[in-house]
């Protein structure tokens, strides 16, 4: 048999929309994540159960360290809820509100707010004594308490004053709104008794439901980029171009007119004066023919 049931603390009360835009009060549990701390068996002690720690201590004590060295942890609250039949849990295990859907019906019992000692009108709500006829101190009294000589006494169970509050009580059937797996809150419709941070202890109730579905909001899908297939080309049967003939325009060609280059001209007076420069460098032959015409002194 898997637990359905888990503990919770009480944060405060808010206000829902629903699908269809009516409002409903609505009080946040926050709820879990809870952890196995220890399973009794009906053959060990006598009854099967399970226990759940709620909530990590941060001064843990030797006893209870010793008691739940087989979790990771050490927790400050525990809690034992009692089963017909043998657990199919085991100690370590995680208990979340995931067990739970929208929907869904509870039963919440917790601890209502301490008042101390009140009187009737605030414990009973008595309407207390009249206003006139001089009684200025009855308006908060609570009145005769029963007939003086039959029955004599003061019946078991009289209305009267006295310790008003921190009763344990179980609200039942109450629907949930919405959950919130991330921050493990729980949205019920209706009350809870007891103050902010008192714990709570939560029941999955027998009345049957029909699971609220949210309308999914559509995400945009990624596009993944698509593998190339290499593409067959086909051989595209040819088609012969007919070509057509050209006709060709006459060209009119327009007269150049020349201009005279006077600086051309310029340019190649210079290239005459190098000219001259180099005629004085040729030898003259003359002096050669001189000296071989000259006759030799010894030849007469």
């Not at 899908?221 to 593409?231: F, L, Y």
């Not at 325009?249 to 001209?265: D, T, Y």
Request: proline letters at 8%; charged letters at 35%; one cysteine or more.
């Amino acid at each position: 048999m898997t637990l359905n049931k888990i503990i919770a603390k009480k944060i405060g009360s808010t206000t829902i929309f629903n699908n269809n835009g009516e409002s409903k009060h609505a009080t946040i549990l926050e709820s879990g994540p809870c952890y196995v701390t220890q399973i009794k068996t009906d053959k060990n002690d006598g009854y099967n159960a399970v226990q759940l720690g709620f909530q990590i201590s941060k001064k843990p004590n030797k006893p209870a360290s010793g008691h739940m060295k087989k979790n990771k942890d050490v927790y400050h609250t525990l809690k034992e809820f009692r089963l017909n039949e043998k657990s199919d849990n085991k100690v370590g295990d995680k208990i979340d509100i995931s067990m739970f859907s929208k929907g869904q019906y509870l039963n919440v019992t917790s601890k209502s707010k301490g008042r101390g000692f009140s009187g009737t009108v605030r414990r009973w709500n008595f309407k207390g004594g009249p206003k006139t006829h001089g009684q200025s101190d009855r308006h908060r009294a609570p009145g005769s308490i029963g007939a003086g000589s039959t029955p004599g006494k003061v019946v078991k169970g009289k209305k009267m004053s006295g310790r008003y509050g921190g009763e344990q009580f179980t609200i039942k059937n109450l629907e949930i709104l919405d959950l919130d797996l991330e921050n493990n809150l729980i949205y019920l419709s209706g009350s809870v008794p007891g103050s902010s941070n008192s714990l709570v202890l939560i029941t999955a109730s027998n009345k049957p439901f029909t699971p609220i579905e949210e309308p999914k909001a559509e995400e945009p899908k990624a596009e993944e980029p698509k593998a190339e297939e290499p593409k067959v080309e086909e051989p595209k049967a040819e088609e012969p171009k007919v070509e057509e003939p050209k006709v060709e325009e006459p060209k009119v060609e327009e007269p150049k007119v020349e201009e005279p280059k006077a600086e051309e001209s310029k340019a190649e007076e210079p290239k005459a004066e190098e000219s001259k420069a180099e005629e004085p460098k040729a030898e003259e032959p003359k002096a050669e023919e001189s000296k071989a015409e000259e006759p030799k002194k010894g030849d007469k």
